[in-house]
């Protein structure tokens, strides 16, 4: 049985949505950075249009080196109720494969893929990660908690 939006208990937070086709490197880090800088502040999810079976260990290891764990979370389905229930969804190369729902706000990332390069590849990408997600909690008129 799925949630339906109006099912969804009422959040004071905004809710954001960081959608990639694997959901197992971009939208982890993502997912991960704006829920250790909002502090809590926001409610904060991702998935994949056809996730991967684990996290990208890369992806693993260069968040590790700022003080980001992302191994907590798995990577998810991506359902139209996770779009519902979501203010903002943010896309990262998943193409027609995200659901699109009217008077949502979208966001699309484009941002290489970490699978398959090494840290140092890896390091400039998660770089990119937090200044947009910086620049997001700016817009959500949420501080970063630091």
Not at 9 to 38: I, T
Request: glycine letters at 10%; a negative charge; charged letters at 25%.
């Amino acid at each position: 049985m799925t949630e339906r939006e109006e099912d969804l208990p009422v959040s004071d937070k905004p809710r954001v949505l960081f959608v990639c086709v694997h959901n197992a490197g971009r939208s982890q880090m993502a997912a991960g950075l704006l829920g250790h800088l909002s502090g809590g502040a926001v409610e904060v999810r991702s998935a994949g249009s056809a996730p991967a079976d684990s996290i990208n260990p890369v992806a693993v290891e260069a968040m590790r080196e700022i003080g980001v764990d992302i191994t907590t979370g798995a990577p998810a389905v991506l359902t139209d109720d996770a779009v519902r229930a979501s203010d903002v969804v943010i896309t990262m190369g998943c193409g027609d494969a995200c659901p699109y729902f009217p008077g949502k706000r979208y966001l699309d990332w484009d941002l290489d893929d970490p699978a398959g390069q090494g840290l140092e590849a890896v390091r400039p990408i998660r770089d990119e990660i937090r200044r947009r997600v910086e620049d997001l909690l700016t817009e959500l008129g949420v501080r970063p908690a630091r």
